[in-house]
Structure formats: C-alpha cells, structure tokens
C-alpha cells in the first residue's frame, strides 16, 4: 500500500482481505498470491494500511461500505471528503469498471459536486479535513472544489450568512490601514472561521482563491488579520512559519492592495526570527517598492546587535536600491522620487549623529538617488553639517568626498552664506560653493535681460471697482485691466532686480570674507618665514 503524510496505520485481518479484494486490485493480487494449500499449513501474509486518510474513523466507514457490497453507506458532507481520499489511497480509482460493483470514487464525487451549495459551516469543515489529507487532498481534487465553494460563499453578504463573527468587530483595526465600511465589514465576516487553519494551509487557500479572482484587498487584509490574531503568543518557529506565508502570499498581490505600514509590522516582527534569505529579500523588494509611502519612523530600523551602530543603514540601502529598480530611476514617476528624497533627507539627519556610521556609509545615503531627487539641497547640507561636528577627525580629502553629494546651485543663498563661513567645512567647499552661486546670477541675469523703468507713471486711482457681477466679456474687454496687468509686471521687473541686486551685494560681501581671510593667512605666513629667519640668524655658526 502506498505512504501518505498521516501517520495512521490501519491492519488488516486476514478474512478481510477477502472482502476488500473485489474493490481493491492490488489485494486482489495478494490473494491470488496465496498457494491453495491447506490453512493449517499456511502463513497468511499480513497486510498494514500506513497512512491511512482520516484514520481508524475513516477506515471504519470504508469497511462498511466493503462489507455491505457497497451497499448501506451514506456519503455527507462531514464525510465525502475523507472517503474521496481512501478511496484514492486504496487505488479504488484505478479498479476496472464493474457495473455489478458500487463505486465508492463514484458515491463521493457526486456529494463532492454539491458542495458550493453545502452550509458554510460545512465548507470550513471541509477546508480543516483537506489540511489534515493533503497531499491526497489536491491530487485528487476535492481542495480545488473547496476552493470554489469558499468563493462561492464569501460572495455572499454577511448578514446572510449563519455566522455572526466581524473581524472589524471589537474595535479591530487592520494593520493593511484599510478604511472600514459597512460593504467592507460585509466582505469580510469569514475571516474568524479560517484563522484556525495552519501556515502553509493559509498560504494555499489564499493563493487559490487569487488565482480564481478573488479580490486582492481583501486577501489582504485577511492575510494581516491572521497575523494579528494569531502571532501573539506563538513560539519562534511558528511566527516564522506564518511569516513566510504571508510574504509567499502578499508577494502575489497587487501593490495597492496593502501598505507599507503593514510590511514594515512584518518586518518588525520578523528581525529576530532570521527568515528565510529568498523570503528576506521579498519582503526588502515588496517595500522598497512602496518606499514613497514610508515615514521616517518606518526607516529607523535599529542595527543587529554586534554591529556598535544605531540603525541598520544597509537594509535602507537595499530599500533604495529596490526603489530605483523597480521605477526606473523614477524618470516617469518625479513625484514619488520626490517624495523619497526629502524622506532621505530625513533619514540623513537622524543617523548624521551616530558615531559609528563610517563616512562611505554616509556617501552612499547621500548619493543613492539621482540629482532629480531634489529641488534643493539645504536639507543634505544641514545632514552633512550635523555630521562633520560628530566626526571631527575626519580628513580634508573625506569631507570633500562627502561633500561631492552636493549640488551647490541648489542651495540657498543663507545656507551658501553659512557654508562659505562654518569652519567645519573644507576651503574648496567654500570656493566651489561660491563659484556656484556665481554661475547661478549670471545664469539669472542672462535669461531676463536687462531691466528698462517703467516709460510712464501708474494710472491715477480713480475710486471706482468692478463689481463681482459684471460679465466675463466686460472684464476681458476693459482697456484700463490691460494697464493694470503692464503695471503689475513692472512691479514684478523691479521687485525682481532688487532681489538681483540684493544677491550680487551678498556675493560681494562673502567675495570680500574671503579676501580678507586670504589676507589674514598670508600674514601669518610672513610672520612665521620671518621668525623662522630670526631662529636661523641667532644660531652659532659651526666652525669648518
């Protein structure tokens, strides 16, 4: 007899063979086996069912229906499922056909077919039966027909259902951040019957039931609510295995049918528990992808223990690289790099204080997204800042590395002021600093031309506004409108080259700093070849 991965075993006394060999080939075969010899003289061989589906209970039943000639069995739901395995188990299947000989494969398919149409009770009892027969259970079918008939019934609203259980009953929140309804709590009424099931079960249900066209949402907030009810208070082994389920399932499920709060909950709970690495590494991918969705709060991740850091900069990294993989560099998506950039800003300036982080790590944060990123670069300038004053032995030649993350013309005229006078930074910063908000004006100056005053004063006020009723025709029409725009954008011109000449005042002032900082360093130059000098002259001379 074949093995199945019950771990039942089920013997057969010799004068059963006899009524079992009419319905099962193989024991026929056994019989006919057997020398026509006298009992008395003769060793029987012995026969063990291991492994058989649904046990000693199971097997009474299959009995029953051997020694009645097929005859006296009713087939119901509570047992179609277990009779359809041993029947499968016991090679019934494979028989030749008899029509003098019921067929159990028979009896069983035919209950088996009305099972969309069976109380829902019957139906979750019929998913606990298949995870207690699998394998047997998907080989022979009657998992994919329990399937169909869950589907069936979640369609159905869940007031006209027998349960009462809500999920969203008692105050629940999901963890997927999902907003509740009342069609919501109507979809979802049969979460509280399947939490039972184990890991690897869960995993099936929910992959078959996408793959018939279930809706993505709602697996996905049963797939969190089993999390919820059940993570707490399992042992390590058990809150990895639900773990890799639920990554195995929600890796299938569209990106917009969960969140990243959610994954990052999973995350959580899943760092001490070392999964498995191809199961790491979905989860790392599922929510670098989702990235534009996170919260500075979701990124600090504290560092494994051993490392001596903070946080976990590496795990960051890998969700910017599955961020840029994913999008493309984001060249059709500016908003959602955006969003990332000014989240790594953040993120910058929280870990700039940590005195292990090694100025390569910092390098790689800072330079991990594309110039595009960001508008302005005040906020990667303030991170670096924070960052020189916590590593003060850092180099000239480090800090300029650090410092190549930044695009000068991107920077403020206050934060240019700042760098060009924070002695924690390099000279050449400075400089280059400087240079670029040189480049910056001219670029100004040449796109808007020079600036001609106004030819003739501003029309005299005359008392008199347009009223809110007047037509669009009127308002478009009036001559006196078209003064008022000209005179607005002469307003605009002046007020645009005092702000020009504001920034060219500004550059000249830091322009002047400098010099005088230059000034002030060849000084002291003089004055130590001068003492130097002085030293060499007050030594005796050494006789030839």
Known sequence: ?????????????????????????????????????????????????HGFPGGAEAFELFARFCYNGGSGLVVTAANACALRCAAQFMDMADAPACSATPSLVKMTEKVLEEMPH????????????????????????????????????????????????????????????TKCSSLSMRRTWWFEDLVVLSPAMVERVAKA????????????????????????????????????????????????????????????????????????????????????????????????????????????????EAFMRHTGGARDEPPRLKKVGALMDM?????????????????????????TARDSHDALYRAIDVYFQVHAR?????KMKICKGINYEKLSPECCKHLATNAGFPTRAAVQALASQHTVLKGIIRHTGPLKPASSPPPPFTGKY????????????????????????????????????????????RVMELEKVCSRMKTQMTKMKSSRRRAARSLPRMCS
């Open 347 to 371: 993120y910058l300036t929280e870990v700039a204080p940590d005195p292990s982080l090694r100025p390569a790590r910092f390098v790689e944060l800072a330079t991990a997204l594309p110039a």
């Open 394 to 398: 850092l180099t000239d030649d480090e």
């Open 466 to 509: 347009h009223h809110h009723s007047e037509s669009y025709n009127d308002i478009d029409g009036d001559d006196s409108n078209g003064q008022v725009v000209l005179y607005a954008s002469r307003l605009d011109l002046s007020l645009e080259n005092q702000n020009l000449k504001s920034l060219l005042d500004g550059m000249h002032w």
């Open 118 to 177: 069976w109380p829902w009770q019957a139906v979750v009892d019929a998913v606990k039966e298949c995870q207690r027969l699998f394998p047997l259970s998907e080989s022979t079918g009657v998992f994919d027909r329990v399937v169909g008939a869950l589907l069936s019934q979640m369609a159905v609203p869940g007031d006209a259902t027998p349960t009462s259980s809500s999920p969203e009953s008692s105050a629940f929140r999901f963890s997927c951040d």
């Open 1 to 49: 007899m074949r093995q199945s991965v019950c771990s039942d075993s089920v013997p057969i006394p010799d004068h059963f063979q006899d009524v079992l060999a009419p319905f099962i080939g193989e024991i026929k075969e056994l019989a006919d086996e057997r020398p026509a010899i006298a009992p008395a003289r003769t060793h029987r061989r012995r026969v063990a069912l």
């Open 209 to 320: 039931l996408l793959a018939r066209g279930a809706d993505h949402g709602i697996v996905a907030r049963f797939i969190f609510y089993y999390l919820k009810c059940r993570i707490a208070g399992a042992s390590a082994e058990d809150k990895k295995a639900m773990l890799e389920a639920a990554i195995a399932v929600i890796a299938d499920l569209d990106r917009s049918s969960f969140s990243c709060k959610g994954l990052f909950g999973i995350l959580r709970i899943s760092s001490p528990l070392k999964l498995a690495g191809a199961c790491q590494d979905t989860l790392v991918d599922m929510i670098g992808r989702k990235l534009d969705h996170a919260t500075l709060d979701n990124l600090l991740v504290p560092a494994p223990s051993g490392t001596g850091s903070l946080y976990d900069v590496s795990l960051v990294l890998r969700f910017l």
